[in-house]
């Protein structure tokens, strides 16, 4: 799949580990869009470094070897050259199998009453993204996972917020082959699954 988005997008960067815990982490509200999203394995510090960032956490126990792209703000443009929305990144297993499943990642990291602002947003950032990369044929038959982030929303489950019942996030899989999972911390099972944890 890698060789599949630097054929389509070559500029774009990726990094890669086999650590049990990988950590997204925005930074673009707390440092004035100096720092932006960033992947670690490791917990950064918080720009202020009086504590740790609050991340997207990603368990990967087995210690897959996993890829994550990181998207530029200005990757992806449609016909007339506007900037299309699409969502922080891509994270996937390095593997030859074609069946894998691939990440879709959107992270906001505002405060928890800001939330509900947002809901649309970025449910449809991650379904443009998709589209793109189906469009581009990039992905095909993968298990498409987005995976909704807000980080300092922590302990506390905002299925509710981002989903206003169970019907929409059984609408959206139907139409767009997305399992949306709005969570901080995610258990990469094996090259194909994912589950989410509250």
Do not use: W
């Given at each position: ?23 997204i982490a925005d930074f673009s509200e707390r440092t004035n869009k100096e ?73 906001k990291d505002c405060k928890p009453k800001n939330i509900s602002e947002y ?34 929303k922590n302990k506390v489950s905002f299925n509710q917020t981002i989903f ?35």
């Amino acid at each position: 799949m890698k060789n599949k988005i630097q054929a389509v997008y070559p500029q774009s960067v990726f990094c890669s580990s086999t650590a049990s815990k990988l950590y997204i982490a925005d930074f673009s509200e707390r440092t004035n869009k100096e720092r932006k999203v960033e992947f670690h394995e490791i917990i950064p510090k918080a720009p202020d470094n009086t504590s740790d960032m609050d991340c997207l956490v990603f368990e990967n126990f087995s210690q897959l070897s996993v890829i994550c792209n990181i998207f530029d703000d200005h990757q992806f443009k449609d016909k007339k050259g506007k900037d299309l929305p699409h969502c922080e990144c891509v994270l996937f297993p390095e593997s030859k199998r074609k069946d894998i499943g691939v990440a879709f990642v959107e992270i906001k990291d505002c405060k928890p009453k800001n939330i509900s602002e947002y809901k649309a947003i970025v449910k449809n950032q991650i379904i443009s993204a998709v589209q793109i990369f189906r469009d581009k044929g990039i992905i095909e038959n993968q298990r498409v996972y987005g995976v909704i982030s807000f980080p300092r929303k922590n302990k506390v489950s905002f299925n509710q917020t981002i989903f206003d019942d169970a019907t929409e996030y059984k609408r959206l899989h139907q139409k767009h082959k997305v399992r949306f999972f709005p969570t901080n911390s995610v258990s990469i099972v094996d090259e194909k699954m994912l589950i989410a944890k509250l």
